[in-house]
């Protein structure tokens, strides 16, 4: 039978572990209760052997003075203890629980130290779920005002389309400076007629709209008026673009818009509402509301273990003090807020209701599998081939191995061009599977410490990669590529031409691209198409992310940041002019420009990503939280973060070697740094992860389409 402590720490949300009862502090308390009470015993044994000069004896009142002890604590077992609740001000909803011991305990201070202990427990758990309550009940408000303004646009959708010559909605967007990369001036959604008709129509949805919370330009009595004397109405449509993903598919989207579905200027009719907008706004609203909805569930599953910590923590009490004070103390933890409160699960039912109706057709069993998505169950068929094709790589490298030692396809007087085509082309797939087992170990780090890698990374529960599944990729595509590097040494030993079997890794690659982006479901297609996204993101964001991570935030870390890259790419471009030009100049600029990229990077590693070299951290020169437990590992890799930063010395140490042992060493310097870069990983987003928990941050704040705007 697992320990419920076991099965709490299993269970418990990470990023609220401080916030939950403290279950094992609580059991320290009940076993110093349990080493007093044994040690009065036996000093109580020891008097009465003294009293009765070491002679034994049993009365025959003794059965009678025991029942009539038994009846009178079960008398009496209810006014043990006294709950008090106490309101901190008047009106105010927080109060606090005080107990007082109403019977002397012969292990008083202990028992008066379990329940003070106790008493803060539950006063922490009660003002953590109030608060947490009352930010999702602001939340859902939030999220039913967005929903109302986004049904009168579609309204307003709908109304133009079976009324084509009525008025008027330009679908002119300018970019406001600050918060958002899409948002329209003057006309994101205007509305204008001729007429009288249309203007009390105008009025009317803007009336709506104003009720909801939408702000508009000049939405005043008297509308200003266009140069053709029609009323000027804006309002406002953000879709934030906070992460590279997303700011990379909004400046795609507008300038999609503008370049070939922006309207004639000089056309007064056939304009309307930006559809896509509104798509991106509903797709926004409905994200907000699943992860509302989780957030709930959550916070009722907070709920519902400390209520069963309590329980089994006054059980373990009196079964210790042989007393009955947990029936009268649970008795306050059912009637306090976080029990007797009802509001998140009729927010939860709230929150079905309108998914269902608004996002799912009415179709319950659909807006479920947003609202509760479920888990793939892990198959041992995946432990069974990562075993197999481990297997089957080990055996055919081993040939590879025989093979080339055989062919001296790695000698020094071997044909050039096996090195210079065929052998680069391999080592790219073998980093490729060096990164992916990589990342398979860090996966697996992550879920043994508990890290909530998936909600850091925004992954989906239900198609994000599990440790076993990037094993399995890894074994199964080294042994692909292992085996068409037999094949190739077979075919080329066998005599046939090298022009035609040199085309193998051309093909294997070839083969490895119509995989990735093929657009089946099939062989883990969520994850490939994120891996396609991060490449993109590699490649086009990094400078332009921190530049505008510091536009928009002020933050001059940002600037830093961008610095590193900077220097890193400066000193590698040094690097690679010295290998062509070897002369005392560009050694003193590769000198310079390394040892300042390294510094910097090392300090951004362990300060900023990190969290490390903090001198008044209670762990020395660490951060005061750590994940493992052995603290010898952090001043490890701290050590072996420096050895690999520090790997480029081997560029400009000159070393006399050949053609194919300086292939083999810069496979050698490239696998240090994939390995680097995965341990590098791990640390990172254990920082990140503590940094969530510190802030109790469990849910994405998912930003909305709809925002006031102020206008003087």
């Not at 094709?389 to 000698?411: D, E, K, P, R």
């Not at 890698?453 to 925004?458: A, K, L, Q, R, S």
């Not at 420009?593 to 990077?601: F, P, R």
Request: aromatic fraction near 12%.
């Amino acid at each position: 039978m697992v320990k419920f402590s076991k099965e709490l720490e299993a269970q418990l949300i990470p990023e609220w572990k401080d916030a939950f009862v403290n279950y094992w502090q609580l059991k320290k308390h009940i076993k110093k209760i349990k080493l007093s009470k044994m040690q009065q015993k036996q000093h109580h044994h020891h008097r009465d052997f003294n009293h009765n000069n070491g002679v034994f004896g049993l009365s025959i009142c003794d059965p009678v003075r025991f029942l009539a002890s038994k009846f009178s604590r079960d008398n009496e077992a209810e006014n043990i203890i006294q709950v008090k609740r106490k309101v901190m001000e008047e009106g105010d909803d927080h109060e606090v629980y005080e107990t007082e011991l109403a019977q002397l305990f012969s292990e008083e201070d202990e028992v008066r130290a379990f329940f003070e202990r106790l008493d803060r427990e539950l006063n922490k758990v009660n003002q953590f779920y109030r608060t947490k309550e009352s930010e999702f009940l602001e939340r859902g408000e939030i999220l039913n005002k967005q929903l109302q303004i986004l049904l009168e646009l579609k309204q307003i959708l709908i109304d133009r389309r079976r009324k084509p010559s009525g008025g008027i909605i330009p679908r002119s967007w300018t970019p406001c400076p600050r918060n958002s990369d899409f948002s329209d001036g003057q006309g994101g959604a205007a509305l204008s007629g001729d007429g009288t008709a249309a203007a009390t129509e105008t009025d009317d949805v803007i009336a709506a709209l104003e009720r909801n919370g939408v702000s508009f330009i000049n939405a005043a009595s008297s509308w200003a008026k266009t140069k053709k004397g029609k009323p000027k109405v804006a309002m406002r449509i953000d879709i934030p673009a906070e992460t590279p993903a997303r700011t990379i598919s909004a400046v795609t989207s507008m300038l999609w818009e503008d370049l070939v579905n922006n309207p004639k200027k000089e056309s007064g009719t056939g304009n309307f509402i930006n559809r896509k907008k509104i798509q991106c706004a509903e797709k926004m609203i409905r994200g907000a509301f699943v992860e509302l909805y989780r957030g709930l569930g959550l916070l009722k599953t907070y709920s519902s273990l400390n209520m069963v910590a309590f329980a089994k923590i006054l059980k373990k009490f009196d079964k210790v003090s042989n007393q009955k004070a947990s029936a009268s103390y649970l008795q306050v933890v059912k009637r306090s807020h976080f029990i007797s409160s009802d509001k998140v699960v009729r927010l939860m039912d709230e929150v079905e209701s309108i998914f269902t109706k608004h996002f799912a057709n009415n179709d319950r069993k659909k807006a479920m599998k947003f609202l509760r998505p479920q888990q793939q169950k892990e198959s041992h068929m995946v432990t069974f081939f990562v075993g197999l094709f481990t297997g089957c790589f080990v055996s055919l490298f081993c040939v590879y191995a025989i093979l080339a030692h055989l062919s001296g396809i790695f000698s020094a007087n071997t044909e050039a061009a096996y090195m210079e085509t065929v052998y680069p082309v391999f080592s790219v797939f073998a980093l490729l599977c060096l990164h992916l087992f990589m990342y398979g170990c860090n996966l697996f780090m992550w879920k043994s410490t508990r890290i909530n890698y998936n909600f850091i990374f925004e992954f989906s529960p239900n198609t994000a990669l599990k440790y076993r599944d990037a094993f399995l990729l890894c074994t199964t595509f080294m042994t692909a590529v292992v085996a068409a590097m037999v094949v190739h040494l077979l075919l080329r030993a066998s005599g046939f031409s090298p022009s035609k079997i040199d085309a193998i890794p051309g093909i294997l690659l070839l083969i490895s691209i119509c995989l990735l982006i093929c657009p089946f479901d099939i062989f883990y297609r969520p994850t490939r198409y994120c891996f396609l996204r991060i490449i993109r993101n590699i490649i086009c964001s990094p400078f332009y992310k921190c530049a505008r991570r510091w536009f928009d935030e002020y933050d001059t870390n940002h600037l830093a940041n961008m610095g590193k890259y900077v220097s890193a790419m400066v000193a590698a471009g040094a690097r690679l002019t010295y290998t062509r030009q070897s002369n005392y100049l560009w050694f003193g600029i590769v000198l310079v420009t390394s040892v300042v990229a390294t510094i910097y990077q090392l300090y951004w590693d362990f300060v900023k990503d990190w969290g490390f070299l903090n001198p008044n951290s209670r762990n020395p020169w660490l951060r005061d939280d750590l994940i493992l437990r052995n603290k010898s590992i952090y001043y490890i890799s701290i050590a072996l973060n420096v050895v690999l930063r520090i790997a480029w010395v081997e560029t400009v140490m000159r070393f006399h070697v050949t053609t194919v042992q300086w292939r083999m060493l810069d496979f050698f310097m490239a696998s240090l740094e994939v390995i680097r870069r995965g341990h590098w990983n791990f640390y990172r987003l254990e920082n990140e992860h503590l940094s969530n928990v510190g802030k109790f941050r469990a849910v994405k704040a998912v930003p909305l389409p709809f925002r006031e705007m102020d206008f003087d």
